[in-house]
């Protein structure tokens, strides 16, 4: 018996995740044979340390061992963070990117700018120029995409001061440490950042 769909692990698990005080961002499901990996992105405004991972794999696998549609099927669970190039989709992600920089496409046009302040319907964008940076506001609703950039280098002073900033418990990194993945919703669903050097926290428990 295969491992449920992604859409019932979705169902299944939303609301405990939501519970333990995070965003469930999105799942995947892999089979390979007999055996599957499931892997499940939380997020948070604070982030996702590895000790919460730790704490939501054990919740999340006891929750498997409790729906019937799961059996005696083996399979593998990651529990890990979104990585950086998960696009933004919600306001929380925008939220939660604050001080970051950014590529938005509206319609036609892309722009490169530093993700400020979250309204209603809008977002505040530091815009590099010539004459130094300018801020922009963007409705929310003429966004194609937004994904956030990996930065080698420190933030410019002057656009992160208009930012407003990094929105708490986030860092603005300086480099980009080891590869991230995601999972094949967290790509339909739109990061937030993993954490200060980039990099998934993941747990994984055999099932």
């Known amino acids: 018996m295969p491992v449920p769909s992604k859409e019932r692990v979705f169902e299944l698990l939303s609301d405990l995740v939501h519970r333990q005080g995070y965003d469930l961002e999105g799942v995947s499901v892999t089979q390979a044979g007999k055996h599957s990996v499931v892997r499940v992105v939380v997020d948070s405004d604070a982030g996702l340390?590895?000790?919460a991972v730790a704490e939501l794999s054990r919740i999340v696998s006891e929750a498997f061992d409790a729906a019937p549609e799961f059996g005696e099927t083996p399979y593998t669970l990651e529990v890990t963070s979104p990585g950086i190039d998960r696009p933004l989709t919600e306001p929380r992600h925008w939220r939660r990117a604050r001080g970051r920089k950014v590529?938005?496409?509206i319609g036609d046009e892309k722009v490169?700018?530093?993700?400020?302040?979250?309204?209603?319907?809008?977002?505040?964008?530091?815009?590099p120029g010539k004459g130094g940076p300018t801020v922009r506001e963007i409705a929310l609703g003429d966004v194609v995409k937004a994904v956030v950039q990996v930065e080698f280098s420190?933030?410019?002073?002057?656009?992160?001061?208009?930012?407003?900033?990094?929105?708490?418990g986030r860092v603005v990194p300086t480099e980009?440490?080891?590869?991230?993945?995601?999972?094949?919703?967290?790509?339909?669903?739109?990061?937030?950042e993993p954490g200060a050097?980039?990099?998934d926290e993941e747990f994984q428990v055999e099932g």
């Open 154 to 168: 420190p933030p410019n002073a002057k656009e992160l001061e208009l930012a407003g900033g990094v929105a708490e």
């Open 176 to 192: 980009i440490g080891d590869d991230t993945e995601i999972g094949e919703d967290a790509d339909d669903d739109g990061t937030d």
């Open 103 to 105: 590529l938005v496409e």
């Open 112 to 127: 490169t700018g530093r993700v400020g302040a979250l309204g209603e319907g809008v977002v505040s964008l530091v815009v």
């Open 197 to 199: 050097n980039e990099t």
């Open 49 to 51: 340390e590895l000790d």
